[in-house]
């Protein structure tokens, strides 16, 4: 059967582990067929009324010796269905963080979902499969030498046996995948709904929320009604094709009993033998759509493995100084769009770079080219006049950081996402950034203080919150560079004003380079930056672009009245 092929495309750790584990798997359900073919003498020296002490002897130690082999099999299986979850696990954090950004708004859930249903083909599915293949094919082999005749008409039964398997899966794969993507999304509503319950309490009304999980949940019925229709009659058939084989089997050997061309204890013998042949394969249905399912959760994370990474050479150039420039910049969408066209940035040392523009602009684009989120398809970004890509990974986060609209935090405390930053940063360090970033508020507003925990993904705080921290932390950084995309989106005016003022005190110490639709913290700008449809259509300073720029005057008179 195909479906172990593709497993010669696992990390190279997992797949030593899984081959240790098939090897005892293999031996297990050679025994199993070796001591079903052990009953075979047993029988016919029971009814020649002959000793029955060696054949005893012989079932007895395969069957103990197979017992032994199946549970080392079995441990086997778990450690490798373990084994094959750290694997995947560690190869997706070494590739994750390498990833474009573009990319990585694809993997949601990937850890939760696919590596762990993965972990099921060694752990459960694999030993089955063997003894279903195995064991019957021993069976055969025995009968060569018991009943030639029997041994030809169950070999030549495979061939309908398996094609109709296969006819089978492939009847049932699409709506197989068309489930499994209905799933995620029924799952990832649902998670988001139990997530929300404070905000549908306060706001009183959980109509739509409830409309679309619902309607996920309706349609995870139907997929699975679907597949339950068209799988169950392929499954039952094959069922009933190996009973029929086994009905063939009986008839035939009584016909050749009553011809006198088979002994009465032979057909027992081999009767009970054909047993073997029956239980195992009779698995097959279940075990091959089981396969399938789970083999489609491991292709998801071996796809992502296979996705091209950024690449940073080792030990790589070093910057000259704290610029930060990009040049004929051009990046386009999965779906061909143009999202930045021919875009040219120059950030002198210590300066202070805002870009503004509607949405859709490009704006988080250019700052994700600058931050090395991902590499521009034409054009060049230079950090301290070298070509970022020429740069270590090392040398990169040591010269430049960066805060997000949405900062993601770890599960921890305060002190450690914050103190990431700088590690051995001081207590007096850490109050300085966290009183520039209004985030000392949020310290006394908890009992534990700093040793209070953020929860995953920092579900303990408020957006607001979970932004000062991302602040705090980056403003604690001793990085050269630092980009911001729309820090204070999430904060109060109070909150913004005091960070606007932090900001601006970083004058003349740091190159910043910030994203904001909020003209108070872009107006102090050394530059303004003004992209439309990705391209530039503007720069200068607040006062040049008021008088020579229409879009930017009037963005600035719709959110900052009277500025003029």
């Not at 005893?56 to 778990?78: F, K, M």
């Not at 954090?93 to 708004?105: D, E, F, I, T, Y």
């Not at 430049?400 to 590690?423: D, E, H, I, K, Y």
């Not at 004003?497 to 910030?514: D, P």
């Amino acid at each position: 059967m195909s479906v172990l092929s593709p497993l010669r495309h696992l990390p190279d750790q997992a797949r030593r582990v899984l081959r240790g584990a098939l090897g005892w798997m293999l031996l297990a359900a050679v025994l199993d067929g070796l001591a079903g073919l052990a009953l075979v003498p047993l029988i016919l020296a029971w009814f020649d009324q002959q000793s029955v002490q060696p054949s005893v002897l012989l079932l007895l130690g395969l069957t103990l010796l197979q017992a032994l082999v199946s549970y080392v099999a079995q441990r086997r299986g778990y450690l490798a269905g373990a084994g094959l979850a750290a694997g995947l696990v560690s190869q997706l954090v070494q590739q994750l963080p390498r990833l474009p950004l573009a990319r990585q708004g694809q993997l949601e859930d990937l850890v939760r979902g696919p590596v762990f249903n993965s972990m099921g083909i060694p752990a459960h599915l694999l030993a089955p499969l063997v003894t279903a293949l195995v064991t019957p094919t021993m069976v055969v082999l025995g009968l060569i030498f018991i009943e030639p005749r029997l041994a030809l008409a169950l070999a030549l039964a495979y061939l309908p046996l398996f094609a109709l398997l296969r006819w089978a899966g492939r009847r049932s794969l699409a709506l197989e995948q068309l489930r499994q993507q209905v799933d995620r999304r029924a799952g990832q509503l649902l998670q988001t709904f139990a997530q929300q319950q404070a905000l549908i309490r306060s706001a009183g009304d959980a109509s739509q929320g409830q409309l679309a999980l619902r309607q996920a949940l309706h349609e995870q019925h139907q997929a699975t009604h679907r597949l339950n229709r068209r799988a169950l009659p392929s499954g039952l058939g094959f069922a009933a094709a190996v009973q029929v084989v086994f009905s063939l089997v009986l008839a035939g050997g009584v016909l050749a009993v009553a011809a006198g061309q088979l002994s009465g204890a032979l057909l027992v013998a081999v009767l009970v033998l054909l047993v073997r042949f029956i239980e195992p394969l009779s698995q097959l249905a279940y075990l091959d759509q089981a396969l399938r399912m789970a083999w489609q959760a491991l292709s998801q994370v071996l796809a992502v493995l296979a996705m091209p990474t950024l690449h940073s050479p080792h030990p790589g150039e070093q910057p000259q100084d704290a610029s930060l420039q990009g040049q004929g910049l051009n990046i386009c969408g999965e779906g061909g769009e143009q999202l930045l066209k021919d875009v040219d940035i120059h950030c002198a040392p210590g300066t202070f770079t805002a870009i503004v523009g509607p949405s859709g602009a490009g704006k988080s684009t250019l700052l994700a080219l600058l931050g090395r989120g991902m590499d521009p398809q034409t054009g060049a970004v230079r950090l301290g006049q070298v070509d970022i890509r020429q740069l270590s990974e090392h040398t990169l986060a040591n010269h430049l950081t960066q805060v997000f609209q949405n900062s993601g935090l770890f599960t921890g405390s305060l002190l450690w996402n914050v103190s990431m930053a700088r590690p051995q940063a001081t207590p007096a360090q850490l109050q300085h950034a966290a009183k520039d970033a209004a985030l000392d508020e949020v310290l006394s507003s908890l009992p534990q203080g700093w040793h209070s925990e953020v929860g995953p993904g920092g579900a303990l705080l408020s957006g607001g919150q979970r932004q000062r921290v991302g602040l705090a932390r980056a403003l604690l950084s001793p990085a050269p560079i630092l980009l911001l995309d729309e820090p204070t989106a999430s904060l109060d005016a109070r909150c913004e004003a005091r960070v606007n003022r932090s900001l601006q005190a970083l004058h003349g110490r740091r190159t910043v380079v910030l994203v904001s639709h909020n003209p108070m913290l872009v107006r102090g700008a050394d530059q303004i930056l003004v992209l439309e449809g990705g391209s530039v259509s503007g720069c200068g300073s607040h006062e040049q672009l008021l008088a020579t720029h229409r879009w930017y005057a009037q963005f600035v008179e719709q959110n900052l009245p009277g500025s003029h």
